[in-house]
């Protein structure tokens, strides 16, 4: 497993926020690679792009296997991560770089930014007349790659979102109130649907289910929360923290303006929703004020959705260790870019194949959940558990009386 | 196991926050009272005093021993709870309905509060002349109560903070700033001191540990946030809700003072702390904007602690059961009242025996942790693990280059 001088070098990174499962991606390339024989060194990039730059490189050609297995299984980025996203110039510096060392293929697992960075890097070596592969590895708990059935990330953030609420629905039934969970979710409402996968009756919260993909009207969340409570005698409730108005603006936004507060954005211009009580405490706010209701609280998942250790959905770590092979799998196969995507063949038994993406294809698009899934704006259909179960996998049996 | 109605009946009830096992010690009682043969019916209360005061109860000498133990696999309380505290007279009405349904033994699962509430329903029977057992079985997630070790419910939830700060120390070190996590415990530190479990090395983070049974001060704590963000590039802080200042005043209370918001308070008199992210926003945007930081998160990791699906103690789920074994034990010893608590044998292996102790030592009581522990009022020491490991049992093995 020595590097030989005479093979060419790949460079292996992890982009955007970290996973569950983020690390079996990066050891399905660096296991990949290593079975080929075709690479001399693999450089792990510490911190994505920002380590390619900076030369901040791990050897990882002689990383046991047994150690790289362990890594497999930890939660979270164990290159490092960063949200620089890359524009041209940018670019032309990591291309520099994998000059300089020989780079002939770039694996760079992340969601939609990082395949974007993958397709301007491979235009530049292409203008230069240099054979590069640069391979994107799909990742994001979001769920919102186009071309994908899902992303490797989602199932085990589904997997956390299921039990979390599983576990709140019972809190609520033994202590009712009214209860707003606030889970992850920028554009795409599939981590928060993932709620209701844990709900074994009508009775069983959540209750109330508020995805981005439609308008979130304030009167109308309050005259739903006051239906539920009224029927129920408590309301449990999951929000997305990206629940926007008829207009576009996040509720999360026009509240922290509201409040005279700023809002954090990121290098890609995004605003920031996590890492933040804000929405959730809003809102609990609104219903004490607007019902009189007296028990309210808010919970606000976080990056505990994303790095939990201890919560991993097993087809979830398979095919993020998959998609990694894959991507190796695509460069001996000859081409020169793409992206791999999860297609499913069957809901059951469970079964998923893989395939070639255009860069473009997944590149700064972003896929959303089929608002026939969304029920009076406020739930979601079971129908979707069809979907979403086999990705988050086995729950906890729970019993009541 | 049919009710004979020539045998007493028997009330159990569990009281105040729900834990992960406090089904575990409803279920030991149930089992132990079946296996006795010395009571007819076994009446679950629904929601705590309430349910009795409502006659409503749920008949559990008849259900099957596998549901029940399916139950006792299941957080949050399966009769329901409530935060009522009985007075004098609330406790009268309760002393009623034993009479009027023949109930001579009562077995109360929770907290301090539900220890007085024997307690004074003891005297009244003692005053009648009414033959009755008044046992309270411990429960909560603080570890707050005197005579114990450590109480069932802690286990579970310190296993839940250790593995949420292992993981959000991998999201940290992958994606640097400063994270700062409020963990539950109003008086009592010992689970935000779980968060150092997961710790492998200095370079780990919890890098500051903020409990309340030493005063917050916010300059010191802007000090140590600057110097450990200096050292590392990062910071990850486990802050306790309770944190308070040398008054006493909470810093959530005294936040939410400031910035004009009502503070809730519980029939107890008790401020709500739990199910808003008012105290980690506060202290991140005061990071923000007295160290120009940018990058700071906050989560709040909310009633997840206590009711999360899936990730149990095993010694907790163990020791929970056995708590409500030896309280009905108590009863057939010819005992009238009393509380179990957990004495620690040996560290290792790790073995535990149960006494009785006096209601009145435990009723209204609260032990702190010891501040012999806190180190530099900004840390624990690692000597606590020696204490803390065996309770949150085994963690999640994870690797990192």
């Given amino acids: 497993m020595s590097a030989k001088s005479d093979l060419p070098n790949a460079v292996v990174a992890q982009s955007g926020g970290p996973s569950a499962v983020i690390n079996q991606s990066m050891v399905g390339v660096v296991e990949r690679l290593r079975e ?36 497999a299984q930890t939660p979270s980025s164990a290159l490092g991560t960063s949200r620089d996203k890359p524009d041209r110039n940018y670019c032309e510096k990591i291309f520099k770089v994998f000059e300089q060392n020989n780079v002939r293929s770039f694996y760079y697992i992340g ?19 240099y054979d590069l592969g640069a391979y994107h590895v799909p990742k994001t708990i979001d769920n919102d790659l186009a071309e994908n059935d899902h992303t490797p990330g989602f199932g085990s953030a589904a997997k956390f979102v299921a039990q979390a609420f599983m576990g709140d629905n019972l809190d609520n039934a033994a202590l009712p109130g009214i209860k707003i969970n606030i889970v992850m979710g920028r554009h795409a409402g599939f981590l928060t649907a993932a ?10 919260g959540p209750h109330l289910i508020y995805v981005p993909e439609v308008a979130f009207d304030v009167e109308q969340f309050l005259a739903n929360v006051d239906r539920i409570t009224g029927k129920r005698g408590r309301c449990l409730i999951a929000v997305s923290e990206g629940v ?21 954005r990121d290098a890609h211009g995004n605003v920031q929703l996590s890492g933040s009580g804000v929405l959730g405490d809003f809102l609990s706010k609104l219903i004490r004020e607007k019902l009189g209701a007296k028990r309210v609280r808010a919970d ?25 092979r894959e991507a190796v799998k695509m460069a001996l196969e000859g081409h020169r870019d793409g992206s791999v ?55 906890p049996v729970i019993e009541t009386f």
Same sequence: chains 1, 2.
């Fill in 341 to 395: 995507a999860i297609v499913r063949k069957s809901d059951n038994p469970y079964t998923v194949t893989y395939k070639r993406v255009e860069l473009s294809d997944v590149a700064a698009k972003t896929r959303t959940l089929d608002t026939k899934y969304v029920v009076d704006g406020c739930d979601i259909d079971s129908r979707l558990r069809t979907y979403l179960a086999p990705l988050a996998g086995e729950l």
């Fill in 195 to 204: 709620s209701m996968l844990g709900r074994r009756s009508e009775a069983d």
């Fill in 36 to 71: 080929s024989g075709t690479v001399g060194r693999i450089l792990g990039a510490r911190h994505a792009v920002r380590g390619i730059i900076n030369n901040d490189f791990i050897e990882l050609q002689e990383v046991a296997q047994d150690k790289l297995d362990r890594i």
């Fill in 111 to 129: 969601g939609n930014d990082s395949s974007d960075t993958c397709r301007i890097i491979n235009e530049l070596a292409r203008e230069a007349g």
């Fill in 244 to 264: 926007h108005d008829a207009d576009g603006t996040p509720i999360a936004v026009k509240l922290a303006e509201q409040s005279g507060g700023e809002v954090e």
């Fill in 300 to 324: 606000t998942f976080g990056y505990l959705q994303r790095s939990f250790v201890g919560c991993t959905s097993a087809s979830d770590a398979q095919e993020a260790r998959d998609v990694g």
